[in-house]
């Protein structure tokens, strides 16, 4: 008689919980373009510049007379590609000295850290993205937690304007505030043909699904992207480079022409600059729209 009291006991205990909740959703990776992950064969830019990135994102190598620098990685899986890349263009890691970067989001800063663990680099960041670097990308003022990646060294930092010095190269950071506070872009000379050939790697200026008016976290982004389009359209530019490489006329899987239609850096900044404008009218008109 006790056994089957306690037996109802459990089944009226049973009936009256509540139902299981669904269980929650898994972890998603950051997902990305497959021209984002496609290896392409690396290309001359000047006698001492190189393309190593893949067919959608830029990475770039210079050769100097005292060691190596690289501009940018990509995705964090490129990291054994771009050391890969390297050696074929006859640098060993040990040869890697300085990492340039443009802004710290996973599609470009992604492989630096495991990059600079395998060779020893330096790695060259400004205080705006040098904090968002020691978070390996983690609380973005426009992607929240979406796009972490792993975290790197930074080794120095630089003031707009600085010059970092390598072999004879210098390379001269500009800053460019707009898709990031702290985005980033680089200009050094090179040569081709017997002739000084001046390179801009000019940092992203596309603004994302950015909130552009009524931001709390960023009040001036507008201000920002007025003086990262200005500074981009200064740059000493005869051949301009882009994280992006679609961005400044590139298509770098096609080996006999990946450069059918250049950019400049006017053009380059002009246009971002009237696809932010754009932008720029449509969340104002929403916004009036909602007052009424």
């Not at 459990?10 to 269980?23: G, M, N, Q, R, Y």
């Not at 005292?66 to 990509?74: E, K, R």
Request: aromatic share 6%; charged share 20%.
């Amino acid at each position: 008689m006790r056994i089957a009291s306690i037996a109802a006991l459990l089944l009226t205990v049973a009936a009256s919980a509540p139902a299981a909740e669904p269980v929650l959703p898994p972890l998603q990776a950051y997902q990305s373009p497959d021209g984002w992950r496609q290896p392409v064969t690396p290309f001359k830019l000047g006698d001492r510049s190189w393309y190593i990135g893949t067919d959608g994102l830029t990475a770039v190598l210079v050769k100097t007379d005292a060691g190596a620098v690289l501009i940018d990685g990509g995705m964090p899986q490129a990291a054994d590609m771009l050391l890969k890349r390297m050696r074929e263009l006859g640098v060993a890691p040990s040869d890697l000295r300085l990492i340039l970067h443009s802004h710290a989001h996973i599609d470009h800063a992604g492989p630096l850290a495991a990059v600079q663990r395998a060779t020893g680099a330096q790695l060259v960041s400004n205080a705006e993205s040098a904090v968002l670097l020691a978070r390996g990308g983690s609380g973005d003022l426009h992607n929240g937690d979406g796009m972490v990646f792993p975290v790197p060294r930074v080794d120095r930092l630089v003031m707009d304007g600085e010059v970092v010095e390598l072999g004879g190269v210098a390379f001269t950071v500009h800053y460019t505030p707009a898709h990031t506070p702290g985005s980033m872009s680089w200009t050094w000379t090179d040569t081709r043909d017997g002739r000084p050939l001046r390179i801009a790697y000019a940092d992203s200026l596309s603004a994302p699904d950015y909130q552009l008016i009524g931001n709390p976290r960023y009040p001036h982004i507008v201000d920002d992207y007025r003086r990262g389009f200005a500074a981009v359209r200064a740059l000493p530019c005869d051949l301009l480079l882009t994280p992006h490489p679609s961005a400044s006329g590139w298509t770098p899987s096609d080996t006999k022409a990946p450069h059918k239609t250049p950019t400049t850096c006017a053009a380059y900044a002009d246009q971002s600059e009237r696809n932010f404008d754009a932008q720029l009218a449509k969340q104002r008109a929403a916004q009036t729209g909602s007052r009424r």
